[in-house]
């Protein structure tokens, strides 16, 4: 059985999947930018702190919807007894490299969320 048009195209991720995740990692990073240059005008770190929470929320969004296309590809599996076609492997080992971006912007962003107002104390 040959996979249909539509199986084929969910092997790679959609431009959806990819405006999803580049709305979410902006939702990400520019409160925190917004909220730092806030918080360096007014000299109150709080500001600063709470946009912490955002970037940690958001991050996990991302890594979220990583998560789930992933397994929805692998549970689809090879076609008609061939692996997967050699870009398909490209875009999965980006994909599977992408979520240490979302590591590091978690972390960061649970530092910024407990010590941020510090910085402008």
């Known amino acids: 059985m ?3 048009p539509s199986d084929a195209a969910r092997a790679e991720p959609s431009q959806r999947d990819y405006a999803i995740e580049v709305l979410l990692m902006l939702l990400a990073t520019l409160p925190v930018l917004a909220s730092a240059y806030a918080s360096h005008a007014t000299g109150d770190g709080q500001w600063f702190q709470r946009s ?3 970037m940690v929320l958001f991050s996990v969004g991302v890594q979220y ?3 789930y296309w992933l397994r929805c590809v692998e549970r689809q599996g090879p076609r008609a007894g061939r692996g ?3 870009w398909v492997r490209v875009i999965g080992r980006f994909w ?6 979302c590591y590091l912007a978690i972390v960061m962003g649970t530092l910024i969320w407990s010590y941020g ?3 402008f104390g």
Do not use: C, E, Q
């Not at 599977?96 to 971006?101: D, E, L």
């Open 2 to 4: 040959s996979p249909t």
């Open 52 to 54: 912490g929470a955002l």
């Open 65 to 67: 919807h990583r998560t």
């Open 84 to 86: 997967p076609a050699r």
């Open 96 to 101: 599977h490299s992408i979520p240490y971006v």
């Open 117 to 119: 107002d510090l910085m």
